[in-house]
C-alpha cells in the first residue's frame, strides 16, 4: 500500500514558476513509477509527467521544455518543476504511483487527493 500526498500548489501569475511535491509512504516507493496528471474543469485527467525506476523521465509535449519531474528515494519525494507556466495550465494535479510507465491513468493503481494550481493575473 502506498499513500501520496501532495503539496505545493497556489495562484501564481503567467510566466511564473511553481514546485509540486508529493511525499509517499511504504518502503517500496524506489520500485516504483511515479506520475503526475492534472484535471482542469469540465476535461478529463491528463498525463503531465513520469519519472521511471530506476531512471528516466517521460514529458507530455504541452509542458516540455516547462516542466520538470524529478524524485529523491532518500525522501520518498517525487517533485514537478514548474516554469512559464500559462492560463492553460490552471487544474488540479495529482500524483500517482504504478507498476511500470503508461500515459493512461487507468495504468496507476495509487493516487494523491490533488493540489490546485492557478494561473491568472
Known amino acids: 500500500q502506498v499513500q501520496l500526498v501532495e503539496s505545493g500548489g497556489g495562484l501564481v501569475q503567467p510566466g511564473g514558476s511553481l514546485r509540486l511535491s508529493c511525499a509517499a509512504s511504504g518502503r517500496t516507493f524506489s520500485r516504483y513509477t511515479m506520475g503526475w496528471f492534472r484535471q482542469a474543469p469540465g476535461k478529463e485527467r491528463e498525463f503531465v509527467a513520469a519519472?521511471?525506476?530506476?531512471?528516466?523521465?517521460v514529458h507530455a509535449d504541452s509542458v516540455k521544455g516547462r516542466f520538470t519531474i524529478s524524485r529523491d528515494n532518500t525522501k520518498n519525494t517525487v517533485y514537478l518543476q514548474m516554469n512559464s507556466l500559462r492560463a492553460e495550465d490552471t487544474a488540479v494535479y495529482y500524483c500517482?504511483?504504478?507498476?511500470?510507465?503508461?500515459?493512461?491513468?487507468?495504468?496507476?493503481?495509487?493516487w494523491g487527493q490533488g493540489t490546485q494550481v492557478t494561473v491568472s493575473s
Open positions: 519519472v521511471l525506476s530506476p531512471v528516466g523521465t
Open positions: 500517482t504511483a504504478g507498476p511500470s510507465f503508461t500515459k493512461a491513468a487507468t495504468g496507476y493503481e495509487y
